[in-house]
């Protein structure tokens, strides 16, 4: 297993565990090193504060990681993202539609760059999902959590990082949601 990161310090604890590539999102050799090998891919790419700087810099960066999985053959990828990129099968959902609302008006260009990430991946001819979620809190994983679309299924407002990785690792052999983009939340 390998996992890329600009800062190969926040990653001490799995030393020895995971082959730790260090890089950029425009260091197409460094992601071409990361994705070598690999069965799946899965991102945690996301605007990292309310200041996105330049355009779209997480679409461009995916786009570089897809253009590294096509040259090494794979095509599971996983992405997280958010209720600001729609689903076709979603319908209203008040607290949602108020959350993307509220998201657009404070940080237009992550919204963008969320939006544009998710049309990108959903253009593609990869095997993927798009895991949207809502607020992270720390926590394990339980044994069930919430699936499906917003408007369709009830969907709480929280998850449990440990609900997270979880499900994103179930998600590699599971075709349930291959080329979708479920809403998931703690139960």
């Not at 996301?46 to 999985?69: C, E, F």
């Not at 499906?148 to 997270?164: E, H, P, T, V």
């Amino acid at each position: 297993m390998s996992v890329f990161t600009r800062d190969a310090s926040k990653l001490e604890a799995f030393a020895g565990r995971v082959r730790v590539v260090v890089g950029d999102l425009q260091d197409q050799p460094a992601i071409a090193k990361c994705v070598e090998g690999a069965d799946a891919v899965i991102s945690a790419l996301g605007p990292n504060s309310l200041k996105v700087q330049g355009d779209k810099p997480v679409m461009r960066g995916l786009h570089n990681i897809i253009a590294a999985m096509k040259l090494a053959g794979v095509r599971r990828l996983l992405q997280i993202s958010t209720a600001a990129y729609r689903d076709p099968k979603d319908r209203f959902a008040f607290n949602a539609h108020a959350f993307v609302l509220l998201f657009k008006l404070l940080t237009r260009k992550a919204y963008e760059d969320i939006k544009a990430t998710g049309e990108l991946i959903a253009h593609s001819d990869l095997d993927w999902t798009m895991v949207r979620i809502p607020n992270l809190k720390d926590g394990p994983a339980q044994s069930k959590v919430q699936v499906g679309w917003y408007g369709q299924a009830k969907l709480g407002m929280k998850l449990s990082r440990g609900n997270l990785a979880k499900f994103l690792v179930d998600q590699v052999n599971d075709e349930t949601y291959l080329r979708a983009a479920p809403g998931i939340a703690n139960q």
